[in-house]
């Protein structure tokens, strides 16, 4: 009874019903403020309030990262896609040799429509990079660079899909085309739509990189 009655009485008043003035401080231990000073440095909001000049120094550089994130996804992504379609039409090319090896010549149109892929990332690279410009020559504002890395992106992963798309077809394509010569033209077809994937992701690439020009 006696430690209930030490507890609460009007004399010990704990630190989580101290009220805001200079009678409580006084009464407050100096363990207790340490300790709430501590916890005020450790959970503070997230993130912290930058400066003006800050805020204007991130997009500044924000801005050069994302417009050269879009020239290197516009060129790796095309590559990727262009090798990966080159290297399963070679893989039926070496079955369609040991099947007719005068068919050959006509087997190669899959392998060529796959090593195009790659000039459309290289045509869209070229007009972003060039659309950048450099600090000494006048302002690069955020918005331009996220354009920037759209156009490289619609590029680059329409690129990777019709890449992959094109050595499907032409792996099993030209397998067929080995022992039925009637479906070259239906091979063919079938290439050229997907062809059009990366055409259709490179258009969209140049007017996102010449719209900001």
């Known amino acids: ?47 912290p309030s930058l400066s003006r000049v800050e805020n204007n120094m991130v997009q500044y550089v924000a801005a050069y990262f994302f417009g050269f994130a879009g020239v290197a996804s516009s060129m790796i992504l095309s590559c990727v896609g262009a090798a990966l379609g080159t290297a399963k039409i070679a893989i039926g090319l070496q079955h369609l040799a040991h099947i007719d090896a005068d068919k050959v010549a006509r087997g190669l149109i899959p392998a060529i429509m796959s090593g195009i892929i790659g000039i459309y990332g290289l045509i869209v690279g070229v007009v972003v990079l060039g659309s950048i410009i450099p600090p000494s020559e006048g302002e690069y504002p955020a918005w331009r660079g996220y354009v920037h890395l759209a156009a490289g992106l619609s590029t680059g992963l329409s690129g990777l899909a019709a890449g992959v798309s094109l050595g499907v077809i032409g792996e099993y394509g030209v397998r067929a085309y080995g022992q039925q010569s009637r479906l070259f033209a239906p091979m063919v077809l079938c290439l050229i739509f997907s062809e059009a994937l990366a055409i259709y992701g490179t258009i969209i690439g140049l007017v996102c990189a010449t719209k900001v020009s």
């Open 1 to 47: 009874f006696s430690c209930f009655s030490l507890l609460f009485s009007s004399n010990s008043i704990p630190p989580w019903r101290a009220l805001p003035t200079a009678a409580a401080e006084r009464r407050q231990p100096k363990f207790y403020s340490e300790l709430s000073k501590t916890a005020e440095a450790h959970f503070r909001p997230w993130p």
